[in-house]
Each structure stands twice: as structure tokens, then as C-alpha cells.
């Protein structure tokens, strides 16, 4: 075995349970938010003056001479006369292929050509739209349905399926999870790396009790056909490699929708007599048993892995690992997915609907569960100080008064959640025990489509990642 229960001095904090790591602030923390309140950010010199606001930083890019933001970021004409003023060399505009980046005008036939979201003339075999979205129900049709959420339900329905949701959690799941972080020999020596900080350690430390989840599952055999789904940049699979006895008698497929910089596998390709493709295809549309030679010629167990694959993208993949695999000999040998984003799940993919309709939920009601599990990583989801300033600008002063639509309906003291006493606290609890009632569903849904063993497991300390959870399936008779 090459796996081992972590020492707890290699930890940065005291070890804690679930809830108070999701309530309890701690003093190094409290005293960096007060710090940085104080602080002016600026742009680092010869940097793109943009502020990302998902990364709570400016852009890195550097920008020409004399430019305040980089070609991406530089704003376009807001009038038509602006747009005469500017000239032809310097005018960007929305890529056709993807509005989401923007390209300059005088080079846009060359952009088009290399384009990463230039659609592909033929859709290669494995590629199938749809295959594994559910019901098949189109995704146009799904789109022009408003979901049930918290802000948007009433306070008896939301009360009602709380009620619903923690008594199903009390009946099939409390009690159920063990916590079980790992450690595994390959990422020892990375993970001793004085120059490392926190954020790279976080990713670290969850990979190396991945993979020694997958060797005390027996999943790390020569031979498999190993699947990585929601591949981003191939850490996990590069560590794999390394951990698996014999990488050259193995198969290494990552799957994609995106094209990342910094691929891990790059630093592969040197590597003689090892098998490693990379597909770019959306999950909902790959038909696993049609992917050639890797699938379709051989006869190895099949072990699909992720880490953090968000919301429906997990269901995607279990209908893939379960029901594309029919046409070919090769069959599922394991699986180990670590679970994140409850609240982007989706009806149609979903695979624990029978389950859910048993405990008396419905569609509109599991809508309102994802929306819940937000509660559990995300608090009010706007800094303290923030929103007490947006009160006292809008002077809300009494507990009936409307509250205007900018403000978020959660906001704290005079709303909702006072008056029906969900705390804080309260909200993040109950949003762990919605993430695992639907995880739970999944389980469900292995069980009786699989013969394999199936685990719902705690695999790192929470204030590692909240989202420290995985589904881990394995041949019976193993010893995970």
C-alpha cells in the first residue's frame, strides 16, 4: 500500500469539525480581512488596469506603451461616433465564434482559422449530442423554464422542504460519512516543498488523498483505462501516472470542453510507450464506447476519475462511465469522483430521481435543494460591511418595508432569515445535508445500475475545501 493517514502536524490548523470550520473564522483570517479593507490595490506597473472581479485582482496581462488595458480588455466604441474616431488597426470586436473574447476587426479572418471555439466541420465518432443529457429533453426547452430558488420562493414552501430535506438526511445519510483523509507516497516530497504556499498545498494535499483513495479502493492496477472528466490543466492525471505501477501498460484519457494553458500533460509527452489523449468534447455529448483505439480495440476495466467536477457535469459523467459502454468489452472498473457545486445541478442529467421522488420531491423541488446547497460554501454571498452600507443608504428601517430589488433578499438583520430564526449557522448546516441528500441519490442510482461497491466519504479536512467530498466505486472484495 502506498497510501497513509496524514500526520496532524503537517496540517496548518488544529483539526475541527465540519460546522465549526464553516463558522468559526479564524484569528489569522479575521485580521487579513481588517488589513486588506485599508489597503489601496493598484495594478502591478506595465500591467492591464481591468479588475477581475471573479479573481479579485487586476489583470496580468501587459499592455503596449502609453495603453491603460490590454487587447482584451480594452473597452469597445459605446457610439457610433467613438467607433469613427478610433482607427480600423485598433478596433476590436466580438469573436462571431464566441462573443465572450474579442479579436481585432483587421485580423479576424486569421482569428476564425485557429479559433479554440471554432465548431468542428465533422463531429468525430465519439462525439454524440446529447447522449448523455437525461430525459432528452432539448436544452432550449429547458432554458425557458424559471427554476425555484431561495430568493424566489415563498416562506411556507421553503420551510416545508427544509422540513422534507432534513428528515430524509437524518433517515438515509446521517451517521453514514466518515471523514478519511489520505496521503499517497508519490506527492510526499512535493508536498514538503518550503516554497509552496497555501493555495498550491490546498490542491495538493487534496490529489495526493485522491490518489490514496484510489489505491486503498484497488483501483491503481496496471492495465485500467483511466478517464479523467472535467480534465481543466491534468494535475490529477499527471500525479497518476506517477502513482500507478506501470504507467506504460496503462491508458490515459482526459476530457474536456475547454482548452487550458499550462497542461500538466505536456510534460508528459516525452514519456516513451505511454498512451495519453486528450478530448475536447462536452461531457453531455461523449459516447465513451466510441472513443478509438483507446476504447473501442481493447479490453481493460474502465476507472473514470475527477477532481471537483461542478453540478450536472457529475451526473454527465456517471450516465457516460454507465451507459455508454455497451457497444465494447471493456467494462467499469471503478470510479472516484470528488463532488463539488451542488447548486449547478440540473433536472434532465440528474441520476438520482428515483431516489428524490420516493422521499416525495419533486422537480421544482430539486431546484430549490440546489439552490439550498449554496448555503453551505457561500454565507450571504456579499461581505458584511457591504451590505450594511447598501442598508443605511437605502434607509431600510422597517422589517415589513420592501426592500429594494439591487439589495440581496438575504441580507442581514431585518430579513427573511431573522424573522423565520435560519442563522448563519443554521443555513450552512442545512446546505451540507441538501449537497448530501442529492449525493446520496447518486449513490443510490450506482447501486443498483453497478455491481460494485459504492462509498460516500469525507476525503480531506474541511477548512482544506468545503467541498471535500467524493463518490469512490471499486470491485467488491477491495478494501476501500
Given at each position: 500500500?502506498n497510501?497513509?493517514?496524514?500526520p496532524?502536524?503537517t496540517?496548518?490548523?488544529?483539526t475541527v469539525?465540519d460546522?465549526q470550520?464553516?463558522?468559526?473564522?479564524?484569528?489569522?483570517?479575521q485580521?487579513?480581512?481588517?488589513?486588506?479593507?485599508?489597503?489601496?490595490?493598484?495594478?502591478?506597473?506595465g500591467?492591464?488596469g481591468?479588475?477581475?472581479?471573479?479573481?479579485?485582482?487586476?489583470c496580468r496581462?501587459?499592455?503596449k506603451?502609453?495603453a491603460?488595458y490590454c487587447?482584451?480588455?480594452?473597452?469597445?466604441?459605446?457610439t457610433e461616433?467613438?467607433?469613427?474616431?478610433?482607427?480600423?488597426s485598433?478596433?476590436r470586436?466580438?469573436?462571431?465564434y464566441?462573443?465572450?473574447?474579442?479579436?481585432?476587426?483587421t485580423?479576424m479572418?486569421r482569428?476564425?482559422?485557429?479559433?479554440?471555439s471554432k465548431?468542428l466541420?465533422?463531429?468525430p465518432?465519439y462525439?454524440v449530442?446529447?447522449?448523455?443529457?437525461?430525459?432528452?429533453r432539448p436544452?432550449?426547452?429547458?432554458q425557458?423554464?424559471?427554476?425555484?430558488?431561495?430568493?424566489?420562493?415563498?416562506d411556507?414552501?421553503?420551510?416545508?422542504?427544509i422540513?422534507?430535506?432534513?428528515?430524509?438526511?437524518?433517515k438515509y445519510v446521517?451517521?453514514?460519512?466518515?471523514?478519511?483523509?489520505?496521503e499517497?507516497?508519490?506527492?510526499?516530497?512535493?508536498l514538503n516543498?518550503?516554497?509552496?504556499?497555501?493555495?498550491v498545498?490546498?490542491?495538493?494535499?487534496?490529489?495526493?488523498?485522491l490518489?490514496?483513495?484510489l489505491d486503498?479502493?484497488?483501483?491503481?492496477?496496471?492495465?485500467n483505462?483511466f478517464?479523467?472528466?472535467?480534465?481543466?490543466?491534468g494535475?490529477?492525471t499527471y500525479?497518476?501516472t506517477k502513482?500507478v505501477?506501470?504507467?506504460?501498460?496503462c491508458?490515459?484519457?482526459l476530457?474536456d470542453?475547454?482548452s487550458?494553458r499550462h497542461?500538466?500533460d505536456?510534460?508528459?509527452k516525452?514519456?516513451?510507450d505511454?498512451?495519453?489523449?486528450r478530448l475536447?468534447?462536452?461531457i453531455?455529448?461523449?459516447?465513451?464506447?466510441?472513443?478509438s483505439?483507446y476504447i473501442?480495440?481493447?479490453?481493460e476495466n474502465?476507472v473514470g476519475?475527477?477532481k471537483h467536477?461542478?453540478?450536472a457535469?457529475t451526473?454527465?459523467?456517471?450516465?457516460?462511465l454507465?451507459?455508454?459502454?455497451?457497444e465494447?468489452?471493456s467494462?467499469l472498473g471503478?470510479l472516484?469522483?470528488?463532488?463539488?457545486c451542488h447548486?449547478r445541478?440540473?433536472?434532465?442529467?440528474?441520476v438520482g430521481?428515483?431516489?428524490?421522488?420516493?422521499q416525495g420531491?419533486t422537480?421544482e423541488?430539486?431546484?430549490l435543494?440546489?439552490?439550498?446547497?449554496s448555503?453551505?460554501?457561500?454565507?450571504?454571498g456579499?461581505?458584511r460591511k457591504?451590505?450594511e452600507?447598501?442598508?443605511?443608504?437605502?434607509?431600510?428601517?422597517?422589517p415589513?418595508q420592501?426592500?429594494?430589488?439591487q439589495?440581496?433578499?438575504?441580507?442581514?438583520?431585518?430579513?427573511r432569515?431573522t424573522r423565520?430564526?435560519?442563522?448563519?449557522a443554521t443555513?450552512?448546516e442545512?446546505?451540507?445535508?441538501?449537497?448530501?441528500?442529492l449525493?446520496?441519490?447518486?449513490?443510490k442510482?450506482?447501486?443498483e445500475?453497478?455491481?460494485?461497491d459504492?462509498?460516500?466519504?469525507?476525503?480531506?479536512?474541511?477548512?482544506?475545501?468545503?467541498?471535500?467530498?467524493l463518490i469512490?466505486?471499486?470491485?467488491?472484495?477491495?478494501?476501500g
Amino acid at each position: 500500500m502506498n497510501h497513509t493517514n496524514p500526520p496532524t502536524t503537517t496540517l496548518d490548523r488544529a483539526t475541527v469539525s465540519d460546522a465549526q470550520s464553516q463558522t468559526d473564522p479564524q484569528d489569522g483570517e479575521q485580521k487579513d480581512q481588517k488589513d486588506s479593507s485599508q489597503n489601496i490595490i493598484r495594478p502591478e506597473p506595465g500591467a492591464c488596469g481591468f479588475y477581475v472581479q471573479r479573481k479579485k485582482r487586476f489583470c496580468r496581462m501587459i499592455v503596449k506603451p502609453g495603453a491603460q488595458y490590454c487587447g482584451e480588455h480594452q473597452p469597445l466604441p459605446a457610439t457610433e461616433h467613438e467607433l469613427g474616431m478610433k482607427p480600423i488597426s485598433q478596433l476590436r470586436v466580438p469573436c462571431p465564434y464566441d462573443p465572450k473574447h474579442t479579436c481585432f476587426a483587421t485580423k479576424m479572418e486569421r482569428h476564425l482559422k485557429i479559433c479554440n471555439s471554432k465548431p468542428l466541420a465533422v463531429l468525430p465518432d465519439y462525439m454524440v449530442p446529447g447522449v448523455n443529457s437525461g430525459d432528452g429533453r432539448p436544452l432550449d426547452e429547458k432554458q425557458g423554464k424559471e427554476k425555484l430558488t431561495v430568493s424566489t420562493v415563498s416562506d411556507e414552501k421553503l420551510i416545508n422542504i427544509i422540513g422534507m430535506l432534513m428528515a430524509t438526511y437524518k433517515k438515509y445519510v446521517e451517521g453514514q460519512i466518515e471523514l478519511e483523509p489520505l496521503e499517497h507516497t508519490v506527492l510526499e516530497e512535493e508536498l514538503n516543498k518550503p516554497e509552496y504556499g497555501p493555495s498550491v498545498l490546498k490542491h495538493l494535499i487534496q490529489n495526493s488523498s485522491l490518489l490514496g483513495q484510489l489505491d486503498k479502493s484497488g483501483l491503481l492496477e496496471n492495465g485500467n483505462t483511466f478517464v479523467e472528466f472535467g480534465s481543466g490543466r491534468g494535475q490529477l492525471t499527471y500525479w497518476l501516472t506517477k502513482a500507478v505501477p506501470d504507467a506504460t501498460t496503462c491508458q490515459f484519457i482526459l476530457v474536456d470542453r475547454a482548452s487550458p494553458r499550462h497542461k500538466f500533460d505536456n510534460r508528459l509527452k516525452e514519456t516513451e510507450d505511454m498512451e495519453l489523449v486528450r478530448l475536447r468534447v462536452d461531457i453531455a455529448d461523449l459516447a465513451l464506447g466510441r472513443v478509438s483505439p483507446y476504447i473501442t480495440h481493447q479490453k481493460e476495466n474502465v476507472v473514470g476519475i475527477s477532481k471537483h467536477l461542478c453540478g450536472a457535469a457529475t451526473d454527465l459523467s456517471i450516465r457516460c462511465l454507465t451507459q455508454t459502454l455497451d457497444e465494447v468489452e471493456s467494462e467499469l472498473g471503478g470510479l472516484l469522483i470528488a463532488l463539488c457545486c451542488h447548486h449547478r445541478c440540473d433536472w434532465s442529467p440528474y441520476v438520482g430521481k428515483e431516489f428524490l421522488t420516493e422521499q416525495g420531491f419533486t422537480e421544482e423541488d430539486f431546484d430549490l435543494l440546489s439552490s439550498i446547497t449554496s448555503w453551505c460554501t457561500c454565507g450571504s454571498g456579499k461581505p458584511r460591511k457591504q451590505i450594511e452600507e447598501q442598508l443605511a443608504e437605502h434607509e431600510v428601517d422597517s422589517p415589513d418595508q420592501p426592500l429594494p430589488p439591487q439589495l440581496p433578499q438575504n441580507i442581514h438583520p431585518r430579513d427573511r432569515y431573522t424573522r423565520l430564526q435560519l442563522d448563519q449557522a443554521t443555513r450552512e448546516e442545512i446546505g451540507r445535508q441538501a449537497k448530501r441528500v442529492l449525493d446520496y441519490g447518486r449513490l443510490k442510482y450506482l447501486e443498483e445500475v453497478t455491481n460494485l461497491d459504492i462509498k460516500l466519504k469525507y476525503y480531506v479536512d474541511p477548512f482544506i475545501s468545503l467541498e471535500n467530498a467524493l463518490i469512490v466505486c471499486s470491485r467488491p472484495g477491495t478494501t476501500g
